[in-house]
């Protein structure tokens, strides 16, 4: 099924029988997708600036803000979310990931900010790594892999008060979307995703990538979300699958052309 929007949409997390959207200026809209075909909208709440992504965990959506940084609302109640706390970064919020009582957010030049979220209503800052213009970030185990402006960092935050940087892979261009599984990174870099073995996080190495001959700029690949061996990718002006299940050769197997810029 499908929901138009007259908003567009920046980020999506899904949590039980609801998908959460991040709209840009309308903030956060909740929908129940119980029935998967037929998609109903049934809360939202603003946010002070431009909503650009969103992680879930547990009751609360944790919505990466632009200028406004962090903001975390409750979802306990999907027809009526509610925000609780809030963080202002010193940067432009671009992406967040949560992982046990910490948020990672992507903070553009201002790099990536660790903040303690035990208490939704207070979090509070706890570490922070310099990074060139981040704008993309996944969590996995102890390392955080962030996108930058001409790579992957990764980052080692065993403990989060001191995140070091573990490794770096230079991709050459925008980093604006990274998932993980198992021992792999996927990237999307302009008009290519790229698949990265990160089992030594010093030294990572590419090992496949797809490039699906789109040049022109409206036709960046921009987020990306791995499942099995299926990879899903926000790409130009709509979603591409791909069979990852031999990385070093990516193949396309579906896409859905959406009526805007995915």
Not at 5 to 30: D, E, I
Not at 33 to 62: K, M, Q, W
Not at 69 to 89: M, W, Y
Not at 245 to 259: E, H, L, R
Request: charged share 15%.
């Amino acid at each position: 099924g499908g929901y138009s929007t007259p908003l567009n949409v920046q980020g999506v997390a899904v949590g039980g029988n609801h998908a959460y959207l991040a709209t840009g200026s309308g903030g956060l809209r909740a929908f129940n997708i119980a029935n998967p075909s037929v998609p109903i909208a049934v809360g939202s709440v603003d946010t002070p600036s431009f909503a650009r992504n969103i992680a879930l965990a547990g009751n609360y959506a944790y919505v990466s803000d632009g200028i406004s940084g962090l903001r975390i609302i409750s979802v306990a109640n999907p027809t009526a979310p509610d925000e609780v706390g809030f963080f202002d970064t010193p940067g432009y919020a671009y992406d967040v990931a949560v992982a046990g009582i910490y948020a990672y957010v992507a903070d553009d030049e201002m790099g990536l900010r660790i903040l303690n979220v035990a208490n939704p209503a207070a979090p509070k800052q706890v570490g922070y790594h310099d990074t060139e213009y981040a704008m993309a970030v996944a969590v996995a185990g102890n390392y955080a892999y962030v996108g930058a402006s001409r790579g992957l960092y990764i980052l080692n935050i065993a403990n989060p008060a001191v995140p070091v940087q573990a490794g770096y892979y230079d991709t050459g261009d925008n980093v604006r979307g990274v998932a993980v599984a198992g021992r792999y990174a996927y990237v999307t870099d302009r008009n290519e995703v790229r698949i990265l073995d990160v089992s030594n996080p010093a030294a990572p190495v590419q090992v496949g990538v797809r490039d699906d001959g789109i040049e022109g700029a409206n036709w960046w690949a921009n987020d990306v979300a791995i499942v099995g061996r299926y990879l899903y990718v926000a790409w130009g002006y709509g979603l591409r699958i791909l069979d990852v299940a031999n990385p070093a050769a990516p193949v396309s197997v579906g896409s859905y052309d959406t009526p805007g810029i995915a």
